[in-house]
């Protein structure tokens, strides 16, 4: 009997990851071409346009690349996802922090804008993450965000706390600061993720690599949790 219910608990795995993958976006642009697998176009009229080209510091590896004065690449999800749970990533490189805004995740109404700003001087002084549709800003002090160097941006939300979770990191996952804050608006009562959109700078190209969004990665771990506490369980008798 319990061998039908751990065959059961299989099948419901299996499912379960099939609907994380089918959901998820990933795009590593080895393929050379934003236009294709995923699609992305053009956001602004502005040029020069974004492209698909060589990493500055890793020959092998293709990349994103935005140019000056605020270009942008944008693809609308195949599946539009939930902001509850939500798990977004994207590796980051920029010649100068200067900048602009990096990431946009958007939906009817509400947006998550990740983006640096300047004190009067012109000097980079901060990041704030704006809710668009709301007009809240989020802002947070810079302490080490590197130049020069890939590095990740990470932005979820956490179901049980409702909090909205932004870190960087260093590729060799090294975190350099994490801050979090509540969402202004109920998470659950609007509108699915639609579309990512990553913007270039004002003064420097800017390169993005490896963008992932996930939706609620919690929900696999605890059925494989399950899964393997009846399996332990039963090998216990
Ligand atoms: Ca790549
Ligand atoms: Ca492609």
């Given at each position: 009997m319990w061998k039908q219910g751990v065959i059961l608990l299989m099948f419901t795995l299996v499912l379960a990851l099939s609907n994380v993958l089918e959901a998820a976006f990933f795009d590593d642009f080895e393929d050379g071409d934003?236009?294709?697998?995923?699609t992305w176009t053009i956001g602004s009229t502005r040029q020069p346009y974004p492209s698909v080209g060589v990493d500055p510091v890793r020959p092998n590896n293709l990349v994103a690349q935005t140019n000056i004065d605020s270009t942008s690449l944008i693809t609308v999800l195949e599946t539009p996802q939930p902001w509850l749970g939500f798990d977004y990533k994207e590796e980051y490189f920029a010649q100068s922090l200067i900048s602009n805004s990096i990431v946009q995740l958007q939906s009817p109404g509400y947006t998550i804008f990740w983006k640096t700003y300047f004190n009067g001087a012109n000097k980079l002084s901060g990041f704030f993450v704006e809710e668009m549709g709301t007009g809240i800003k989020h802002e947070h002090a810079i302490t080490a965000i590197p130049n020069d160097e890939w590095w990740v941006l990470h932005i979820s939300h956490n179901i049980n706390t409702n909090l909205m979770i932004v870190d960087y990191s260093l590729l060799d996952g090294t975190v350099l600061t994490e801050v979090s804050f509540e969402p202004s608006v109920d998470l659950g009562s609007i509108s699915d993720i639609e579309s990512v959109a990553i913007v270039g700078g004002l003064l420097a190209p800017q390169y993005f690599d490896n963008i992932t969004l996930v939706p609620e990665p919690c929900t696999l771990s605890l059925l494989a949790l399950g899964g393997l506490s009846l399996i332990k369980r039963r090998s216990r008798r």
């Open positions: 934003y236009t294709d697998n995923p």
